[in-house]
Nanobody, 127 residues
Framework: QVQLVESGGGSVQAGGSLRLSCAAS????????MGWFRQAPGKGREGVIC????????YIADSVKGRFTISQDNTKNTLYLQMNNLKPEDTAMYYC????????????????????WGQGTQVTVSS
C-alpha cells in the first residue's frame, strides 16, 4: 500500500525558507514519478515541482523558479522541497504525490495521472 507522509510545513515571514519532506513507503521508491503540488484557499491544485524516475527530468512551475528546488534521498525513500525567498502567495496546503506512470517529451506536473497523495502540510507566509 502506497503511503506518502509530508512534514515540515509551518509559518514564516516573507523572505524566509522552509524544507518540506515526503516519506514514501509501500512501493519501489525510485521507479515512481513524484512531485509537489499545492492548493491555496479558493484555488485549484497547482503542480509546483515534479520529477521523473531514472532520468530525473524536472518540471518547475514558473511561479517558483529560482526559489524552490527538489531533491531526493533514495536511501530514505524521501522527497524534499526546499523553499527559499518565500512570498505570501506561496501560502497553501502542500501535497506530495506519486504515480507509477512515466512521462516523456514535454510534460508538466498537471499531466500526472493515477496519483497517490499525502495528507498535506500547511505553509503560511506572512508579509
Amino acid at each position: 500500500q502506497v503511503q506518502l507522509v509530508e512534514s515540515g510545513g509551518g509559518s514564516v515571514q516573507a523572505g524566509g525558507s522552509l524544507r518540506l519532506s515526503c516519506a514514501a513507503s509501500g512501493y519501489t521508491y525510485s521507479t515512481y514519478s513524484m512531485g509537489w503540488f499545492r492548493q491555496a484557499p479558493g484555488k485549484g491544485r497547482e503542480g509546483v515541482i515534479c520529477i521523473t524516475p531514472l532520468d530525473h527530468r524536472l518540471y518547475i512551475a514558473d511561479s517558483v523558479k529560482g526559489r524552490f528546488t527538489i531533491s531526493q534521498d533514495n536511501t530514505k525513500n524521501t522527497l524534499y522541497l526546499q523553499m527559499n525567498n518565500l512570498k505570501p502567495e506561496d501560502t497553501a496546503m502542500y501535497y506530495c504525490a506519486a504515480t507509477r506512470r512515466r512521462y516523456g517529451g514535454a510534460w508538466s506536473c498537471n499531466d500526472f495521472t493515477d496519483l497517490y497523495w499525502g495528507q498535506g502540510t500547511q505553509v503560511t507566509v506572512s508579509s
